[in-house]
């Protein structure tokens, strides 16, 4: 902070997820002048219900989605795609959704092998031409795991094609969206440094931009929204 | 609508713009079961904040943008792109924002060609690598204008080269964000069937599935938010 | 010359089209030892049967007619594309033949707008859901000429819907086989600086790296190989 | 081949790879006209220096390439990307060099897990901002080999985040390259059988299609050509 102080700077804008922000809290508790920006692909930051970059993560692996689903749909195997979002499991669920997959493995839900095996067959049963399966890295039946899994179950009758997306999701252009939410949190968190109002957070709240104190921020947690997982069910029948 | 009945259609669900909701509204008037679904790449629905499709366009028009400033970079000539969006300039606007263009030129805006060659001027002395100008399809100073004003008055002192997106912006594999949209807007119109309401549109306002009955819909008009110009002018310097 | 004698440059690797080349050769009669590396999108140096931008363009090119398709067939209007290539219309050409156009218009062959809306009429009655015709910007009839025939002879039963890809085909991040033919190209060029070999051109011929005399290369022209434009006239079929 | 004959078939074109081309073989040496067309991403089969599918494939691995280096150069980690290819290394070695991988794995080449963490080492000594390791999925140090030997051998420095791309590479839009290969395949491969002449493959040497029995392709080998291997470990300096 002396060090800020030194140099010249007089307010910080923080963009970054649950580490920066606890961060960007401790030097506002110290009383210098910050302002954080909710930006990580995980969407796991209160105070915000997107936060920069999910929009650019989900249209990668959209884009992986319809590329698999050529092969999945001539051969008749199971195709797993392994998706990021650490402890949570926003990324896989939405993806999923959007592309269409049979069944989603989330860290929120507990998840039988067994049963994923049964959702496939009766995927193949009602007619579909691909059995996807979309998994959350920070799920316990990972890609590795799953794929483990079901080597060693033969009987299950599924082999799985995995595809681990890691850091691909991390980098790549970003989106409309993106850039659009960058501009307009940006433009509020200067507008914020410039009105006086620091420790807070600069977020998306009902469409609308949201400040949310950050000692509010790193203290409580976001949930998923498990409708979502449940519609997701529905869909894929 | 007999004809409807005649085939065993119990009700029906419309997803368009203004045309195809107009259509829906009569329908709806006759006593048929109609539940609209907002969908235009234009965004000028009344009854929902966005549209389905429109985060596609902008990303093909950003895709563009991306593209032309490799080379609006390296030859001091201004690049023009004209995008879609009929007699709204929201799509203009928010490539043009997004894609840090130096001017936007909308329908709802009336423009000087001589103040669009000093904004393209004074970039230069700025500094700026490139000259990008969107232009709205619906302005009266579309490409060709722009074009030919532009060669005739030789003395504004740019050479303009112009990219006509057309209907590159409808196409396209659908983004996420409009995926998700369809899905929610999906579910939400057969609900709204399956629970007896009918004559109205399915949209999203303020980042939630809200309903607004169809003949407000097709009888109001949704303005262009021009704080977003003004912001776009303090951001192109 | 003595310029760059003083700067310590001993030789120079020159990256171009017939522009560029013609330089490089005139440099190279002065005495100074000068490589060219075939370079442009236009395709159209004689001493290389492709050049380096080629295949990035022709990927652009066909990307915005995948995204046309969609529309084209959905509404009985004809979608008319223009694609880069200066007097060449090799660009044209190709992309018509990967798009699938119903009509190719070559800055090579004399092009009859009455014929181009008769071969449009029968792509309809062939059952075909859309109606494409990709034109060479150095055509006489270009997107806007074409444009303009069409709307003053409404006999003819189209409205045409233009694209215009202009820079946007000359940006873009580079395909692969651009990154690899650069890659052996600046290779290729490097070793003949290292052994003296100068005043020549880097290309490819028969899929190996050839080297030209530059002094042919800008004397000789490279014609278009017209058997293609009639096989595209077999596909369109 | 009786019903082939019963279904009125009176001629066939295979299009594939080894596999496909083996049962090519036999039905022809039975009598029946075949005509292959060389096809697989793994670029593998005697009689055609590139296949179709390759260059479609490559496209998506430089753009995971490109992805990945954003992090890479943020993060003081190496990434490791595994390519298909199955007992080929053709594809991990183009997507190396045109993705400029520090160190490239592939099945034709003894890897010592050492000497790939000495390479990484002396890039970031270099001064260079990533480090890149891409790897075939045929390598016995595959992807999921290489890491755990990392997580074992901690002493090496180096955490490796680890994307396998599996099938994403067999699927997607056609690259241009591909679609006229594609064109110019089936049309010699239609002219063939027109002309009687049968049990060939159609390829692709020296820029040229060229005509190789079918007997030759099954019982030859193309070796990988691994003088672009030391190109590439040039490169990479």
């Given at each position: ?225 498990l409708t979502l997982w449940r519609m997701a069910h529905v869909l894929a029948r």
């Open positions: 902070m002396t060090f800020l102080n030194r140099q010249g700077i007089e307010g910080l804008v923080v963009i970054g997820g649950n580490g920066s922000q606890t961060g960007a809290n401790a030097l506002s508790l110290k009383g210098f002048p910050v302002v954080g920006v909710a930006s990580t692909i995980d969407n796991d930051l209160y105070g915000s219900e997107t936060t920069l970059g999910v929009d650019t993560a989900l249209n990668i692996a959209l884009e992986a989605i319809d590329r698999l689903k050529v092969t999945a749909s001539s051969h008749q195997r199971a195709i797993l795609v392994e998706v990021m979002g650490r402890g949570c499991g926003y990324l896989a669920l939405m993806t999923g959704i959007a592309g269409g997959a049979e069944t989603i493995i989330l860290p929120e839900v507990e998840t039988n092998p067994e049963e994923v095996a049964k959702e496939l067959r009766e995927a193949y049963q009602r007619g579909k031409s691909h059995a996807l399966v979309v998994v959350a890295e920070g799920a316990y039946y990972n890609a590795r795991r799953l794929e483990q899994y079901f080597q060693e179950h033969r009987e299950l009758g599924f082999e799985l094609r995995i595809t681990i997306l890691g850091y691909v999701q991390r980098g790549g252009t970003p989106s409309a969206c993106d850039r659009l939410l960058g501009t307009r949190f940006g433009s509020a968190a200067t507008d914020c440094l410039a009105r006086g109002e620091h420790g807070v957070l600069i977020g998306l709240l009902q469409g609308r931009i949201a400040v949310t104190p950050l000692s509010e921020v790193v203290s409580k947690k976001k949930p998923l929204d």
